[in-house]
């Protein structure tokens, strides 16, 4: 891997471009990700003004996904005394910010789908589709069964210490 010496502004920057791409791939806004990264890199208090700024953003955009960060936990609303403007900070933890990623992904996708598949267990057929209604009826059971695993485990790790965590993801990396 090469390896090359860079600038502050340079550095973040580049993380800030990196985590808005990775966060689109994910299914989160490019604009948001790149606000959540700024955040997640600055140590000092910011306004909407200054992610303006700093992005290159309107001001509605600015606010837009401030205000989903701060819905989903992920950044904080500050208060400066003299000031009439809102500040924010980032959470920094990046444990807790996974934590919270997995909690609000649970309940705007994996939540809505698992209702959806209940109501889909139980369809009635008649003699014309009787093995069709069978094998979709399997299929959509074998889906749940998973996607409740997978809800469980999710739950799990949101609600789980860092290390234990850890210590049991690196035993399965062995």
């Known amino acids: 891997m090469y390896v090359c010496s860079m600038k502050l502004n340079e550095a973040r920057e580049k ?6 791409s990775l966060g689109s791939k994910w299914g ?5 990700a790149q606000i959540h990264a700024l955040f997640l890199v600055t140590e000092d208090l910011l306004s909407a003004e200054d992610v303006m700024e700093m992005l290159k ?7 837009m996904n401030i ?14 005394s003299g000031e009439r403007k809102e500040f924010f900070r980032g959470e920094k933890d990046i444990w807790k910010v996974t934590q919270r990623v ?15 598949l209940a109501e889909l267990q139980t369809i009635e057929s008649d003699k014309n589709n009787k093995k069709e209604v069978e094998a979709f009826t399997k299929q959509i059971k074998d889906i749940k069964s998973f996607a409740e695993l997978a809800d469980g485990s999710l739950t799990k790790i949101s609600a789980s210490e860092e290390n234990w965590f850890l210590k049991v993801f690196m035993k399965f990396m062995k």
């Open 15 to 20: 993380f800030i471009q990196q985590w808005g």
């Open 28 to 32: 989160i806004n490019r604009t948001m």
């Open 102 to 116: 997995i909690r609000v992904r649970q309940r705007q996708e994996l939540d809505p789908m698992l209702h959806v």
């Open 67 to 80: 205000r989903t960060l701060i819905d989903w936990g992920l950044v904080y609303k500050e208060y400066q």
């Open 57 to 63: 953003i309107s001001r509605g955009n600015a606010n």
